[in-house]
């Protein structure tokens, strides 16, 4: 009877949960609130709490539970993510994330070859990835600088708005947020997590999806052929309405504009060098997320300096460091809360009726990856995002894998590749409407154009996930 009460709880939470999901609600107080419920039925339930300084009522553990997730993230993987998004807003105040972008979209404006554009667009929206993490912000940035270069020479509407809608994908970064929480929470270094488990998977899948893309879009126009041309759409934008001229970013010349490119993605080059340098020499070199991006920031400092030669100025620009540490808090609250609610799932017992039901099924580590990456899809292809499932999910990775007897990076490498894909495949994700409405194209114009590289992408995913680990 217990368990049947466990299973119908957890079902009504889940369920309240993917509602508030597809109705686009704010998630983070849904997950606490359910959290704190599910906490304060498992006492009425009998069961106890493990909370890190009891308060002498079982009435007030479930806020010290609540207490206790805030303060092992903000030590943990929420500082990291807080000075992430810090250096990001100070490499856009000093207009280095600009030179990074200018620097490598330059090469695809002198290619000519239509279709060979695509693939090489892709990938190059992959490697700005890293420096704008947010795929509706990149998808803005490449309408603004690539779309008009794509249709100049000779791309239709849909292959173009497809390819920039797809830029954001898998890159195996130790800077994104998500790869920063999953390997805390399998306690492990994020660069082990990327170059090591999250790369082997992510990078083939990348380059298999760029030719992928570069067939489904040639037949596509081939099929379907579209006869509005370039002239044509600047025409009607400018009925629709007026030219607007946005502000130029401060210009960098010669050695100074190479120094001020390399600067957002220098993190990723110091995290990267130490990973060769631990492998090549087998020494044990541990240089955290933390650490780099603080020298990279004072880097950052002293190269500004230098440029221009105003120490008052540059000095008054790093405050922009601890507002952008600010403007990212709301993804660390959502990290908590989702240990909130996965604390309440526990605390009614769910979690340990999962892992015996695994342990008695055969070939569950098989399925487990299977139905997780399924139900992954339902979620984002209705919701439009999968940020806030994948970190609702985290906290579940290890005990589900344990239980199917598979390692964590089976379950966590599919789960949160999948999510990342197939956001480019809903018609209500923001990247899609964000390029429908710069493109005049329907968000299901854009979809059919998008959604066989992108599912390709996930079944390699799977694949390669259950061959690997």
Do not use: C
Request: charged share 10%; no cysteine; net charge positive.
């Amino acid at each position: 009877m217990e368990a049947w009460l466990t299973i119908i709880i957890s079902l009504i939470a889940v369920g309240v949960l993917v509602y508030m999901l597809l109705k686009k609600n704010d998630i983070k107080m849904t997950l606490i609130s359910l959290g704190v419920i599910l906490m304060y039925l498992a006492i009425l339930m009998g069961k106890h709490l493990k909370v890190s300084v009891p308060t002498g009522s079982v009435w007030l553990d479930p806020f010290q539970d609540l207490v206790d997730k805030f303060t092992t993230t903000l030590v943990g993987p929420g500082f990291i993510i807080l000075i992430l998004g810090g250096y990001n807003a100070y490499m856009n105040q000093i207009n280095a994330n600009q030179v990074t972008i200018q620097a490598l979209t330059k090469p695809a404006k002198k290619i000519k070859s239509v279709y060979l554009l695509v693939p090489i667009v892709f990938l190059m929206g992959n490697l700005l990835s890293l420096v704008i993490p947010s795929a509706a912000n990149l998808a803005i940035i490449l309408l603004a600088t690539l779309y008009p270069v794509l249709r100049a020479a000779g791309m239709s509407r849909l292959s173009a708005a497809a390819v920039i809608a797809t830029s954001a994908t898998i890159v195996p970064t130790p800077l994104g947020s998500d790869n920063v929480a999953m390997a805390a929470q399998l306690k492990m270094p994020v660069t082990e997590y990327a170059f090591r488990y999250h790369a082997i998977v992510s990078v083939p899948t990348i380059l298999a999806m760029a030719v992928i893309h570069y067939f489904w879009q040639k037949y596509q126009d081939k099929k379907n052929p579209e006869n509005f041309s370039y002239d044509a759409e600047l025409k009607a934008q400018e009925e629709d309405e007026p030219k607007k001229t946005a502000d130029a970013p401060k210009e960098y010349k010669g050695f100074t504009k190479f120094i001020y490119g390399i600067l957002p993605l220098l993190p990723i080059i110091l995290l990267l060098l130490s990973f060769l340098i631990n492998m090549i020499t087998k020494q044990n070199l541990s240089l955290s997320v933390q650490i780099v991006t603080m020298i990279s920031f004072l880097i950052a400092i002293i190269v500004d300096a230098f440029s221009k030669k105003n120490l008052q100025a540059v000095l008054k620009d790093t405050n922009v460091f601890f507002d952008g540490m600010g403007s990212v808090m709301s993804i660390v609250a959502l990290l908590v809360a989702a240990q909130v609610f996965v604390e309440g799932l526990t605390s009614i017992g769910i979690i340990n009726l999962i892992q015996n039901s695994m342990k008695q099924m055969t070939s569950s580590g098989v399925i487990l990856p299977i139905i997780m990456v399924l139900f992954t899809a339902v979620i984002v292809l209705l919701s439009g995002s999968g940020v806030a499932l994948i970190f609702a999910m985290i906290p579940l990775i290890i005990p589900l894998s344990k239980a199917a007897g598979i390692t964590p990076q089976a379950l966590s490498i599919p789960i949160q590749l999948s999510g990342n894909l197939l956001r480019a495949v809903s018609p209500v994700a923001a990247v899609i409407l964000i390029v429908a409405g710069t493109t005049k194209l329907s968000p299901v114009q854009i979809i059919k154009r998008t959604w066989v590289p992108m599912v390709f992408g996930v079944i390699m995913v799977v694949i390669m996930s259950l061959i690997i680990f």
